[in-house]
């Protein structure tokens, strides 16, 4: 008498508990937005003065932001307290992310992976600094001063917030140039000598995203590209550091 087989374990059951625990990250990165947000609600005419700062400064005297639709003053507001919560966790976000990948990774890997996906949420943010403190006054005050004499600038705040928010996510990423380029050479898809030799055509499509990210003006243009170029030159160099350091432990000349 034949024993009775006893049923497998389905081999969906695997995918079946990745899905599950990717669904568990998604849901605690949600939850993480809206908890701040939620917590910001409450401040979120203050932050939108505080991003409207750099341009109402430097309007003229009786010169102030308008609204044009109806919902303006609330959904303006709203919108950037949103925004300000997903810029606000994106480090634990990440981390769901990290958390969700890492058990597939090789020691060294996670070694590497860690300091790449700390300097990337650093480098974004200091983007976004950098285009509200550097960019936006010299930006603003070139447009409020070229215009027409007898043009009162009155902006719109919807229209404002648009603006701005395609700068700080345009100069975010702009800032990980390094990391990028880090990459492309660690990973051997590149070289450190191949990429010098191509620094005219980088310089040309640093000025070229400039033109397709930022408005259609000189100044926004060159102010993005510039520091998207000098960024390049920081990948090249830990590249090259990174790349003379392999060679040492390889014993390579």
Sequence with gaps: MSMPVEPKEPPQAPLIEHLIELRTRLL??????????????????????????????????????????????FLAPFKLTLVVAVFAAIPYVLHQAWAF?????????????????????????????????????????????????????MTDINAYLNFVLKLFFAFGVAFEIPIATFLLILSGATTVESLSKKRPYIILGCFVIGMLLTPPDVVSQSLLAVPMYLLYEVGLLFGRLVRRKQRDEEGEP
């Design 101 to 153: 990948v890492a058990p597939g990774l090789y020691d060294n890997e996670k070694a590497l992976a860690l300091p790449i996906l700390g300097s990337s949420i650093l480098l974004f943010y200091a983007g976004a600094a950098f285009a509200y403190y550097v960019v936006f006054p010299l930006l603003f005050q070139f447009f409020t001063q070229t215009g027409p004499e007898n043009v009162t600038v």
């Design 28 to 73: 605690r990165a949600v939850v993480s937005v809206l908890v701040i947000f939620l917590g910001l609600y409450a401040f979120a005419n203050d932050i939108y003065t505080f991003v409207a700062q750099p341009l109402m400064a430097l309007l003229p005297e009786g010169s102030q932001m308008i609204a044009t639709e109806v919902a303006s003053p």
